[in-house]
């Protein structure tokens, strides 16, 4: 593996790291804060390494696939590491391994998170939460490679790596382009959002932090109560139609900005997450209606709200779900094992995985009738690589095993099943809260410093898609 080429480009990512580490600044002197020399330390750190690295280690730009994992790898490692720093320097987590966990859960979009009180803290340092949500929604690698040319062809492999879903969608022939097509949606809509909360009451710095958590699909909010300190029908709605926006594969919103919008009924995994998201809403109403609601359009605003929330894994609250009938409880918690399209800024299993699942068993079926035919299994009218295939059922069958061991770990600590077990759905899936003791109205400060860890590389494993960590632990991945 080229160690100088990995490191340089590591070396790149702290330098964009230690500038965007500057932008909390000047919310920190407008609210007179105290946290902007906190923010000054932490990127002269961040810099300081990343210049070291990037004019230390000149050993070409090329690399392989082996290098586009390692680099993500550990450039998400850095990430939550120098990006813990403000945290820790300005007081508002004292605890390393907290500020390490909290920031691990804003750049994975996890949004769960180690602190009881939030509007106490600086504002700056929500606001830096929040954007640590936004860099990692998109991928900070795919950012790299929209500003970083010097990373030439291997961009391609960094893109496969970080992208989330079973394939890369590529939308123009030069991976930079793609990237940049990416974030100028990504930049729209999130503007967009910004504007339209604004409308509804907000001032502009909690309308631009709930965007940013919105848009990454991540849920940190400005808030104790997040969304329901508002109590507003609007922003409820609002928060709710953005959530839902970023659970679609963003190259449908490029194509539907290009005046096409029917690319949105002709993609099959849309079809199927609409009608998921549909489909839960009435479910949930249905469960809802007399027990936790008495009015219908109450009962169909915190629904839709908290399946928007589950199913794309933002993970914001307008309501207390534990307080719901247990069956609403259980189709939420079925929810956290689906997620959103393939090349959104969801996280979980994403619907694409699935829909080619229930397909490849279809098929199974059919085959057990009719030993002689070749059926192939299709995503819309595209047949799918029986790689593909493989490395879906893999990941189904690694997901499952990670989410079992993981639970059994975090009952060693002395947690109770349900609250182990959607501790570490919630993490795994990025999703956010969970049930039990890590509930929509709890935190995870209670947790043991060995299951603050383990949570800590569920958040990684599930943002980077499980092969992409794991492949780090085999030997032969070291060896020429």
Not at 64 to 84: C, K, M, Q
Not at 374 to 386: A, F, I, Q, S, W
Request: with cysteine; hydrophobic share 50%; glycine share 10%.
């Amino acid at each position: 593996m080229n160690a100088l080429a990995t490191l340089r480009i590591l070396g790149a990512l702290l330098l964009f790291l230690g500038g965007a580490l500057l932008t909390p600044i000047p919310f920190s002197l407008y609210f007179a804060d105290g946290a902007a020399d906190a923010f000054l330390l932490s990127s002269s750190t961040s810099l300081a390494v990343g210049l070291l690295l990037f004019k230390g280690c000149r050993g070409g730009t090329e690399f392989s696939v082996r290098e586009g994992f390692a680099i993500v790898t550990f450039g998400w490692l850095f990430y939550a590491l120098f990006g813990a720093l403000p945290f820790v320097l300005s007081g508002a987590i004292p605890s390393p391994l907290d500020a390490v966990f909290e920031t691990m859960s804003g750049f994975t979009t996890t949004g769960s998170t180690i602190l009881k009180v939030i509007e106490g803290l600086p504002e700056s340092i929500l606001f830096w939460r929040a954007l640590t949500h936004w860099l990692g929604g998109m991928g900070i690698i795919v950012l790299s490679l929209a500003i970083l040319p010097m990373l030439g062809v291997g961009g391609m492999q960094l893109f496969k790596a970080e992208v989330p879903g079973p394939t890369a969608d590529r939308l123009k022939p030069r991976i930079q382009d793609t990237a940049k097509l990416l974030w100028g949606v990504y930049l729209l809509l999130t503007a967009t959002q910004t504007l339209l909360l604004m409308l509804g009451g907000m001032n502009f710095y909690e309308a631009l932090c709930h965007a940013f958590a919105t848009l990454a699909t991540g849920g940190f909010s400005t808030r104790n109560t997040s969304v329901a300190a508002y109590d507003s029908a609007y922003i409820d709605g609002i928060i709710t139609l953005f959530m839902f926006l970023a659970g679609i594969n963003f190259s449908l919103h490029y194509h539907a900005l290009r005046g096409r919008p029917r690319e949105f009924f002709r993609n099959e995994e849309f079809r199927l997450y609409l009608a998921i998201t549909l489909g839960a809403i009435a479910a949930l109403v249905y469960f809802n209606q007399g027990t936790a609601y008495a009015s219908l359009p109450e009962n169909l605003r915190y629904s839709a709200f908290q399946v928007a929330s589950i199913l794309t894994t933002t993970g914001f609250g307008t309501a207390d779900f534990e307080l719901w009938p247990l069956p609403a409880q259980f189709l939420l918690v079925l929810l956290m094992f689906v997620g959103g399209c393939a090349g959104s800024t969801s996280g979980s299993v994403k619907v694409a995985r699935i829909l080619l699942l229930f397909k490849h068993v279809r098929n199974q079926l059919f085959k057990l009738i009719h030993p002689k035919a070749v059926r192939l299994v299709k995503l819309g009218e595209t047949p799918v690589d029986r790689d593909v295939m493989q490395a879906i059922l893999g990941f189904f069958a690694l997901y499952l095993g990670i989410f079992v061991g993981a639970s059994l770990l975090m009952t060693a600590t002395g947690m109770d099943i349900l609250s182990a077990a959607t501790a570490v759905i919630a993490t795994l899936g990025n999703i956010g809260p969970g049930l039990g003791s890590v509930g929509p109205m709890d935190n995870f400060a209670h947790v043991s410093s060995f299951g603050k860890g383990v949570l800590t590389c569920c958040m990684l494993l599930g943002r980077l898609e499980l092969f992409t960590v794991l492949v780090l632990l085999f030997p032969s991945f070291w060896k020429k």
